[in-house]
């Protein structure tokens, strides 16, 4: 299925009408202090599927508004648009009771049909409806920033709008190897029939896998005392989000065609190259060094025609699931989150990083915005008590960044896992300077 169709059917999704409050009565028009709620995260939970094997999906939903949302007001609907099956469980569970920032996650098993196939999965939010009370004053459909005959102001159409999420779920062909360990030195190697590739050296490795739309997944690998172990993946090296005029912007990810490694006594390169989109080429360079816990990345995009360009997403990192923990069922019911923020050891705005067992894992970001007046957006963290998302992008405003045919942007990026690691602290050192 192609993804214009799968943007239209997900269109469809949100278009679909809602009614009631979750009191029975619409809020009053002067309401400030309403519940609101944001998805931090739908997709893989692991970032990315392998083979056959049923895939854990995970949602989180945030409550982000200024008052509490009472239970059974809103349920979640998981749908399977292209490559995937339901196996078994709830797929429209309801959503608990969340104070003012408090979050709860859902977990989904689902099944690929193939090997190769994409896969495509949305998520609805929508109110459930109290069929006792009728709301005529209020309509679910207006417009933001629009008032109704009954005084619904903007606030009150966030609570009453349903909203759906698309994720396309990068597929690997098969299942990722086991972890036996990295390099002895700073090496890179690149094996183009099979378009895997591999960089790192005596404490860290990368793994970059093909996926089945000819993307990449990378696999992070850190050597603790216990020996190498997985710290992590990256289950998209770069996403851009552009758009020609007189068009909405939607998400290019990367499309790897080729690769390239030159290596040092003192330091390996790897450079992947390929497309974001019709729009515009791009190259990823990552680079280590002897002795070092970290990856030195620079993501370089060069216009192809002249587009408008809204916001350059840096490689999402999925950290290792917190073994000391036990996952909650993947049969669609909710659990809440843990209401305190996790302690990110005070880290610089610049840097995203987890701290399991013995290892600290993450991503640093230059300061210096790749376009002017561009602002940096840390993305939500999602299921902080088990699967932490870690991830940046920088925006431009409403109207986006026009680049012509030629044109040339570049970020810098730092992917690191530190062994033998205390605390979360120790992710300070990663910060570019």
């Given at each position: 299925m192609r993804l214009p169709l799968l943007l239209a059917v997900a269109a469809k999704l949100i278009a679909s009408p809602t009614a009631a409050s979750a009191a029975g009565q619409p809020p009053s028009a002067d309401s400030t202090a309403l519940p609101e709620i944001r998805v931090d995260y739908f997709g893989a939970e692991?970032?990315?599927?392998?083979?056959?094997?049923?895939?854990?999906?995970?949602?989180?939903?945030?409550?982000?508004?200024?008052?509490?949302?009472?239970?059974?007001?809103?349920?979640?609907?998981?749908?399977?648009?292209?490559?995937?099956?339901?196996?078994?469980?709830?797929?429209?569970?309801?959503?608990?009771?969340?104070?003012?920032?408090?979050?709860?996650?859902?977990?989904?098993?689902?099944?690929?049909?193939?090997?190769?196939?994409?896969?495509?999965?949305s998520v609805l939010i929508t109110r459930v409806e109290d069929k006792s009370v009728r709301t005529a004053s209020v309509s679910p459909v207006v417009a933001p920033g629009t008032t109704n005959a009954g005084g619904a102001v903007q606030e009150i159409v966030k609570l009453y709008m349903p909203r759906a999420v698309l994720s396309v779920i990068p597929h690997l062909h098969g299942l990722v190897p086991p972890i036996t360990g990295g390099f002895t030195l700073p090496n890179a190697t690149s094996t183009p029939n099979a378009g895997s590739a591999r960089i790192g050296n005596e404490h860290l490795l990368l793994r970059i896998m093909p996926t089945a739309s000819h993307g990449a997944v990378v696999i992070i690998a850190a050597k603790s005392p216990d020996g190498w172990g997985t710290a992590g993946a990256a289950s998209s090296l770069v996403e851009i989000q552009v758009a020609a005029d007189g068009q909405l912007p939607w998400w290019r990810a990367f499309k790897w065609s080729q690769s390239d490694v030159r290596t040092d006594?003192?330091?390996?390169?790897?450079?992947?190259?390929?497309?974001?989109?019709?729009?515009?080429?791009?190259?990823?360079?990552?680079?280590?060094?002897?002795?070092?816990?970290?990856?030195?990345?620079?993501?370089?995009?060069?216009?192809?025609?002249?587009?408008?360009?809204?916001?350059?997403?840096?490689p999402r990192l999925d950290s290792a699931t917190d073994r000391s923990r036990p996952l909650p069922p993947l049969d669609?019911?909710?659990?809440?989150?843990?209401?305190?923020?996790?302690?990110?050891?005070?880290?610089?705005?610049?840097?995203?990083?987890?701290?399991?067992?013995?290892?600290?894992?993450?991503?640093?970001?230059?300061?210096?915005?790749?376009?002017?007046?561009?602002?940096?957006?840390?993305?939500?963290?999602?299921?902080?008590?088990?699967?932490?998302?870690?991830?940046?992008?920088?925006?431009?405003?409403?109207?986006?960044?026009?680049?012509?045919?030629?044109?040339?942007?570049?970020?810098?990026?730092?992917?690191?896992?530190?062994?033998?690691?205390?605390?979360?602290?120790?992710?300070r050192k990663f910060a570019i300077p």
């Amino acid at each position: 299925m192609r993804l214009p169709l799968l943007l239209a059917v997900a269109a469809k999704l949100i278009a679909s009408p809602t009614a009631a409050s979750a009191a029975g009565q619409p809020p009053s028009a002067d309401s400030t202090a309403l519940p609101e709620i944001r998805v931090d995260y739908f997709g893989a939970e692991k970032g990315y599927a392998e083979g056959v094997n049923t895939v854990p999906i995970l949602c989180v939903v945030r409550n982000v508004g200024k008052s509490a949302l009472a239970a059974n007001t809103l349920r979640v609907r998981c749908y399977t648009l292209a490559g995937l099956d339901y196996t078994e469980g709830e797929l429209t569970p309801l959503v608990p009771a969340l104070a003012p920032g408090q979050a709860a996650s859902f977990r989904w098993r689902l099944q690929p049909t193939d090997r190769s196939n994409s896969l495509v999965a949305s998520v609805l939010i929508t109110r459930v409806e109290d069929k006792s009370v009728r709301t005529a004053s209020v309509s679910p459909v207006v417009a933001p920033g629009t008032t109704n005959a009954g005084g619904a102001v903007q606030e009150i159409v966030k609570l009453y709008m349903p909203r759906a999420v698309l994720s396309v779920i990068p597929h690997l062909h098969g299942l990722v190897p086991p972890i036996t360990g990295g390099f002895t030195l700073p090496n890179a190697t690149s094996t183009p029939n099979a378009g895997s590739a591999r960089i790192g050296n005596e404490h860290l490795l990368l793994r970059i896998m093909p996926t089945a739309s000819h993307g990449a997944v990378v696999i992070i690998a850190a050597k603790s005392p216990d020996g190498w172990g997985t710290a992590g993946a990256a289950s998209s090296l770069v996403e851009i989000q552009v758009a020609a005029d007189g068009q909405l912007p939607w998400w290019r990810a990367f499309k790897w065609s080729q690769s390239d490694v030159r290596t040092d006594l003192t330091g390996a390169t790897l450079t992947l190259t390929g497309t974001c989109g019709d729009d515009f080429e791009a190259t990823i360079t990552l680079q280590t060094r002897k002795d070092s816990s970290a990856i030195d990345g620079k993501v370089r995009l060069k216009a192809r025609r002249t587009s408008r360009l809204f916001s350059i997403q840096l490689p999402r990192l999925d950290s290792a699931t917190d073994r000391s923990r036990p996952l909650p069922p993947l049969d669609g019911s909710s659990a809440l989150i843990g209401t305190s923020a996790p302690d990110n050891g005070d880290l610089p705005n610049s840097v995203a990083a987890a701290h399991r067992g013995m290892v600290t894992a993450g991503l640093s970001w230059s300061e210096q915005p790749p376009l002017a007046e561009w602002v940096p957006f840390a993305l939500p963290q999602g299921d902080t008590d088990h699967t932490v998302q870690l991830g940046m992008r920088w925006n431009s405003g409403e109207r986006g960044e026009v680049v012509l045919p030629g044109g040339i942007i570049e970020c810098n990026f730092r992917i690191f896992a530190y062994a033998p690691s205390d605390s979360i602290r120790d992710a300070r050192k990663f910060a570019i300077p």
